[in-house]
């Protein structure tokens, strides 16, 4: 069975600190992405990655993809109330054809 | 294009009832699928269609049942509902009929059931 652990579970930290949430499985995936949820609502897709040590940047947001495409990081930069809300990253594998979702890491950002 | 409509938003169920979970998708996507969400547990998948009149179990498929009459609805249907089907349900569609690496999912805003 394929896993993806999400760390940490939960963040609380005050508006303008840097932060980065971890996924991280023994599987190797064929790309990864990372999805944003806001209570009420359903998850929004942020970015796909998809070559091992691809590295993409969203305005403040730095997505990268582990060498050996077992792993990903998301890293915020000076963290704005607005980006309070659920993160997912989900693992695509070939082989099954379908995506594995991690925990969900919590991010709440006080201003 | 309203994307992914789910209805209702809530929904509260005594044990052993059943219901159903409307789906809809106005963009055309051959894939639909249907996910619970569980706190510390992510998003599950629990039936999949990749077209009209094409099921597919998930990973939890066990007390739902789906069907695909058309590519625009996919409803979830709760046979004899149990206190563990308390969840969020999601409903999700993407557009390529096999699932490729870069497809996105497109989220309904999902249904809160509680079942008492």
């Known amino acids: 069975t394929q896993l993806l652990e999400q760390s940490p579970q939960f963040l609380s930290i005050q508006e303008g600190e840097n932060l980065t949430v971890y996924c991280n499985s023994s599987?190797?995936?064929?790309?990864l992405q990372w999805y944003r949820q806001e209570p009420g609502e359903g998850p929004v897709l942020l970015v796909t990655?998809?070559?091992?040590?691809e590295v993409k940047k969203l305005k403040r947001l730095t997505f990268q993809f582990g060498d050996a495409r077992k792993d990903s990081s998301l890293h915020i930069t000076a963290a704005q109330p607005g980006d309070t809300g659920l993160y997912l990253c989900?693992?695509?594998?070939?082989?099954?054809?379908?995506?594995?979702f991690g925990q969900g890491t919590t991010l709440q950002v006080k201003p | 294009n309203a994307g992914v409509t789910q209805t209702p938003k809530f929904q509260v169920l005594k044990t052993g009832q059943s219901m159903t979970l409307q789906c809809a998708q106005d963009?055309?996507?051959?894939?639909m699928s249907w996910y619970r969400q569980d706190p510390g547990m992510g998003l599950r998948l629990i039936h999949y269609s990749v077209g009209a009149g094409i099921t597919d179990q998930g990973e939890v498929p066990n007390g739902y049942n789906v069907s695909r009459s058309t590519t625009e609805d996919f409803p979830l249907r709760l046979l004899s509902a149990a206190p563990s089907q308390t969840s969020v349900y999601f409903c999700a569609s993407s557009y390529s009929k096999r699932q490729r690496k870069n497809d996105e999912q497109y989220f309904g805003p999902g249904t809160r059931l509680t079942v008492t």
């Open positions: 990655v998809v070559t091992g040590g």
């Open positions: 963009m055309n996507h051959e894939y």
């Open positions: 599987s190797v995936f064929s790309s």
């Open positions: 989900a693992g695509f594998s070939s082989n099954t054809g379908k995506l594995i």
